[in-house]
């Protein structure tokens, strides 16, 4: 490969990164969303909270409609997984995205603004593919969200037969 084919091939790996870090972020504004609509049906959520308190209040959110009482352990479990992507996020949130090769491949280099006055701040490198990765989690778990609502059809009572009457 010549030198300008090696230079445009790094350069379109790089513009992947960048929609892909769009799309992560596009992904987890969906999330935030999901979880939001559950806490505004409790009116627990407010204006400018940060998305691990949305979070945290998600485990707690028992007075909606939104999700199945029978959904609770599962609503839980969707929160556990969730805090552990948070720090994943905040990385790519909050950092200027720059671009790195290793190993002849471009990877997407993150440093937290929260990082910088460390002595020894941590980078974190994702490439392409681990970038897709983390949308697809992020957008199962907001289907996942959006289905705490939907009881087990086993455990739900059948509906009325048609035109049977109603208890008196």
Same mark, same amino acid.
Do not use: W
């Given at each position: 490969?010549?030198?300008? =084919?090696?230079? $445009? ?39 400018? =909270? ?79 593919? =681990? ?19 939907? $009881? ?8 009325? $037969? ?7």
């Amino acid at each position: 490969m010549s030198l300008q =084919e090696n230079i $445009s091939h790094h350069a379109a790996e790089g513009t992947e990164l960048l929609l892909a870090r769009s799309d992560f972020l596009d992904a987890f504004a969906d999330l935030e969303a999901a979880v939001t609509r559950i806490l505004r049906s409790c009116g627990t959520v407010t204006k400018g =909270e940060p998305f691990s308190q949305k979070v945290k209040a998600l485990r707690t959110a028992d007075k909606t409609t939104l999700i199945a009482k029978s959904n609770h352990a599962q609503r839980d479990q969707i929160a556990d997984e969730i805090f552990a992507l948070l720090q994943i996020r905040a990385d790519i949130v909050h950092s200027r995205m720059t671009m790195r090769i290793v190993d002849g491949k471009v990877a997407a280099s993150f440093l937290n603004v929260h990082e910088t006055g460390a002595p020894f701040p941590p980078c974190r490198l994702l490439f392409h593919s =681990e970038i897709k990765q983390l949308i697809e989690m992020t957008n199962r778990l907001t289907q996942r969200i959006r289905a705490l609502n939907r $009881s087990n059809p086993a455990s739900s009572p059948p509906p009325p $037969s048609p035109g049977a009457k109603a208890a008196p």
